[in-house]
């Protein structure tokens, strides 16, 4: 798949739950979730609230583009892992005993088994900065002096490699 065609799916499927949440959770609080979106180019998701006013909640979950893309390009790899057999050996041990069901992607395209496996790994990744928000991981943060207004960030790729879990500003 193309990035720019990685970018437009998960638009899509960022939009349809923002929209769903809004027509429903958030309609129901007088609030609003909305995504925004970085150009940094490292693995990097976040989730932000906006305190301008109490009464109306205002949540965004963030993401960089480089963020989706890693993720299909992740997903390529794994599927190239699994059609290379090289630890069929070990798979055999592990599930000797196990009567393997008939697989789901017999009725799918390897294209459309990627793709489905990119939009539960993209929609799992928004729910969980949702999570934060829900469980007002900011409002805690800063009753016990982490700040106000610091975005939540549970991992953030540094751009020379590794990934460290820290809040930043």
């Not at 959770?25 to 990097?44: A, M």
């Not at 005993?97 to 697989?103: I, K, M, N, Q």
């Amino acid at each position: 798949m193309l990035v720019e065609e990685i970018i437009d799916l998960t638009c899509q499927v960022f939009s349809t739950i923002v929209d769903d949440l809004n027509d429903g959770l958030y309609k129901d609080i007088n609030g609003e979730i909305s995504v925004s979106w970085s150009t940094k180019e490292v693995f990097y998701a976040w989730a932000a609230v906006d305190i301008a006013d109490e009464n109306t909640p205002k949540h965004y979950v963030g993401l960089t583009y480089e963020t989706a893309v890693l993720l299909y390009r992740d997903v390529e790899s794994y599927f190239k892992y699994i059609e290379s057999g090289i630890d069929n050996d070990k798979f055999d041990i592990i599930f000797q005993d196990f009567d393997y069901p008939e697989v789901l992607s017999s009725e799918s395209s390897l294209e459309d088994c990627k793709k489905n496996m990119f939009i539960s790994g993209i929609t799992w990744l928004f729910f969980h900065e949702l999570g934060h928000l829900v469980q007002e991981h900011g409002k805690v943060r800063q009753e016990y002096g982490g700040g106000v207004g610091m975005d939540i960030v549970d991992c953030a790729a540094s751009e020379n490699g590794g990934c460290s879990i820290f809040c930043v500003s």
